[in-house]
């Protein structure tokens, strides 16, 4: 059993509701395992982590958290030996279900105990590495909203784009994606490595994580009629066939955008910006799933 250290984010969906300590060592602790559990204390501590778990040599750098906490984790094994594990306790946890990780902890817990290794490719935006997904408009908007919304959950995140989709308005933007040029409206523009955003909201079903390529999904307009049908597709995943926006694959883009637009990595809303380099790294990271 590979040498493995969990980190865990405290704060993260149902972790809150379990001894997420005693549930690891029901499940290592009986096989003898060498493992650590360290905690993050703020934003950003699970990059420090992970990059020290690496240094220390250890094999799997586990994050037990949600998306934030996944992107956190991987951020600080780039570059490094150490292979990313899942345990998810996250409200969307894309990243899992794209990587079939199972959801349930002694599930996952059994799995990460006898992992197969792999690699997948890593994206970039404006030097902001994603593992999932990263995108611009208005999926950037409700994660700017639903940050502040004061709770997590799907129910949080229905309501608040119910809410948020009366208010926001598509921005003109220049596309270069690998020499194709565009000038459209970006109500979405959406650069997916995995499959969906999470909850099993496919916006690129035919992503695959080590193909080398981002696919791209361009939303220009998102009328009632149109916005019925693309949420529709995303829950089934026929978002390509449905027609209801147009795909690319490519492995790097330029975006211009008239005015500041915002953007957002593995659901994370990061600010807004009017120019944006985005970028693939092929199979970069280490996994253990």
Not at 36 to 59: D, M, N, P
Not at 155 to 182: N, W
Not at 219 to 247: C, H, N, W
Not at 266 to 279: I, K, P, Q, R
Request: aromatic share 8%.
């Amino acid at each position: 059993m590979p040498k493995t250290c969990f980190i865990l984010n405290p704060k993260a969906g149902p972790s809150r509701r379990h001894d997420m300590p005693a549930l690891i060592a029901q499940h290592f602790g009986a096989r003898e395992a060498d493992y650590e559990i360290r905690q993050t204390e703020y934003a950003g501590h699970a990059v420090e982590l992970a990059r020290t778990a690496a240094a220390e040599g250890f094999a799997v750098v586990a994050a037990v958290g949600g998306d934030g906490t996944v992107n956190e984790v991987g951020r600080g094994l780039l570059g490094t030996d150490a292979a990313m594990g899942i345990i998810p306790q996250g409200s969307g946890n894309g990243l899992a279900r794209h990587l079939k990780v199972p959801l349930g902890l002694p599930a996952a817990l059994r799995r990460l105990a006898a992992p197969a290794f792999s690699r997948m490719d890593v994206g970039v935006m404006n030097g902001h590495p994603f593992f999932c997904t990263a995108g611009l408009g208005f999926d950037a908007h409700v994660s700017q909203h639903f940050a502040q919304a004061g709770s997590r959950g799907l129910s949080t995140y229905l309501r608040v784009t119910l809410r948020e989709y009366r208010r926001f308005r598509a921005v003109p933007v220049e596309v270069d994606l690998a020499g194709q040029h565009l000038a459209t409206d970006c109500y979405v523009l959406a650069f997916a490595n995995a499959s969906q955003y999470g909850n099993n909201a496919y916006i690129a079903p035919l992503a695959d994580l080590r193909d080398g390529q981002l696919d791209v999904c361009l939303i220009d307009a998102l009328p009632a009629g149109r916005a019925f049908r693309v949420s529709l597709a995303m829950a089934l995943g026929t978002l390509p066939q449905s027609k209801a926006a147009e795909y690319f694959r490519v492995p790097q883009a330029r975006v211009q955008a008239a005015a500041p637009i915002g953007f957002h990595v593995d659901g994370d809303y990061l600010g807004h910006a009017t120019e944006f380099e985005v970028e693939l790294m092929p199979l970069a990271l280490a996994v253990a799933v």
